[in-house]
């Protein structure tokens, strides 16, 4: 049983599939005048579009693919720290990842001011927290579109609003958010966004989106014959390209869970698609979420971090941290995995997170995260080994 899938979920066959062909059949350098490096220019471009139409980006070149979410944060957060001025506050909150706070925390070197938006006892972030800590010198503001490790929802669309209101830019890690509800990085009005391919069905790769007009004027490393201009400027060497090609096809699967494909399918039925299944996801794991929130609760000793309330279970998705009792957290993931029940213990990446909830950042806590492929039956028996390891 794999409830370890915030850590990275499992791959469709048709993604195993799209990166052999890949390797089997174009495993060339792209740019090239001949037939498989123009196939894989094709492989990219479709990738782009593909990604673009995911997020409800406005333009494909705004789509840059790498290595992982954390280096997207880095090559941003070593652009903006030329760009501070007397714009040198920077915002990060306390429910965060790590990549998406020691890599704004480098740039006090660079003469940034961090600024820091703390989670309630509730385990949420609050847009009215953070406006007592806007400016006009916040340059920016970072932040989880979902938490991690409390698998906290947060009002992105309200924290740009809030942000732009001083004339600061908006960047989220939505690598915990993508695998379980609709991204709209027009209706958020964010400015720049990460995810990972391999938390949303996909390979071991990341893509930054951004603003084009962002990353146009953000100064990266590139070389002399790269064009300065998105998406290259971002992409610095060579990237994996089977990845691109099996993300496209984990893009393309989730899309089949809207609904039939047409054979005269246009960019804005697959988005409408991926609507439907997104809906779908969001409205089957928020059963999930409910039954495992209540059952955990139910156990003695137990205590769950973050959202507990039922009534309010759209606020979080299917990631819970708790711990049970005086128990190490190692030694319930050691019992359960002996059980065959894949969950992970410890800080989840996020030590300060743990530290405010009065958590040793060396045991933390346990997690179980859940994806639209578990089912109701592998909750009840999480819950029933959970009760058995309780009263050991």
Known sequence: MFFDNAAGAQIPEKVLDAINDHLLTRNVQRGGRY?????????????????????????????????????????????LG?????????????????ANIATWL??????????WWKVRDDGQLYVE????????????????AASNALGTIVDVAAVAKSAHAVGAEVFLDA?????????????????????????????HMGFLWGRHTALSNLPTFREDFIPNTPPLKIEA?????????????????????????????????????????????????????????????????????????PKVIRQRGPTLCFNLGDAPPATVTTKLAARRIAVRDGHMYSPRLMKRLGLSPDSGAVRASLVHYNNHEEVVQFLTALEEIACD
């Open 35 to 79: 037939r498989e490096s123009q196939e894989v220019d094709a492989t990219i471009d479709r990738a782009r579009r593909t990604v673009a139409v995911f997020l409800n980006a406005a333009d494909p070149n705004e789509i840059a693919f790498g290595m992982n979410a954390t280096s997207f944060i880095r090559v941003i957060s070593l652009a």
């Open 129 to 144: 927290d953070l406006e007592q800590l806007l400016s006009s010198k916040t340059r920016l503001v970072a932040c989880t």
């Open 237 to 309: 060497g060579t990237f994996v390209y089977e990845n691109v090609a099996g993300m496209t096809a984990a893009i393309e699967y989730l899309s089949e869970l809207g609904g039939p494909v047409r054979e005269d399918e246009f960019t804005t039925s697959r988005r409408e698609r991926l609507v439907r299944a997104m809906q779908k996801i969001q409205e089957y794991e928020s059963k999930l979420s409910g039954a495992l929130l209540s059952g955990i609760a139910s156990i003695k000793g137990a205590v769950v971090y973050g959202v507990r309330d």
């Open 175 to 203: 690598v915990q958010y993508a695998p379980h509800a609709l991204i709209d990085v027009q209706a958020w009005k964010c400015d720049y966004l990460v995810c990972s391919g391999y938390k949303i069905f996909g390979p």
């Open 82 to 98: 030329q760009t501070l001025n007397d714009r040198c506050e920077i915002v990060v909150s306390d429910l965060d990842h790590e």
């Open 106 to 115: 480098a740039l006090e070197r660079e003469g940034a001011i961090i600024r």
